[in-house]
Nanobody, 119 residues
């Protein structure tokens, strides 16, 4: 079983910066993709960014520029740095990790961390 835990959320003033951390732990075989989604109140969950074990990154629509994802493979940990925060960045940010085993891939999700940017 793999546990995924996010941290680093909170309330940040508009224009500020934030770094979220996501760590995967447990009986890990091999993790390929790790990434972040977010869900704002009343909206669908949307992709923020993901990063592969090889360091390839991909960002969701309108996410590139202010969002930077990075990864420490040795720690099975990823980070999301957000600059110039806006009220519309207010959401629950969820982390996921794709564990790869022979013949299968399983996605594990964290419980989310709240980011609030007051208007």
């Amino acid at each position: 079983q793999v546990q995924v835990v996010e941290s680093g959320g909170g309330s940040v003033q508009a224009g500020g910066s934030l770094r979220l951390t996501c760590a995967a732990s447990g009986s890990i075989f091999s993790i390929n993709v790790m990434g972040w989604y977010r869900q704002a109140p009343g909206k669908q969950r949307e992709l923020v960014a993901y990063v592969t074990s090889g360091g390839i990154t991909n960002y969701g629509d309108n996410m590139e520029g202010r969002f930077t994802i990075s990864r420490d493979n040795a720690k099975n940990t990823i980070y999301l740095h957000v600059d110039s925060l806006k009220p519309e960045d207010t959401a629950v940010y969820y982390c996921y990790a794709d564990e790869v085993r022979v013949g299968s891939v399983h996605a594990y999700w964290g419980r989310g961390t709240q980011v609030t940017v007051p208007s």
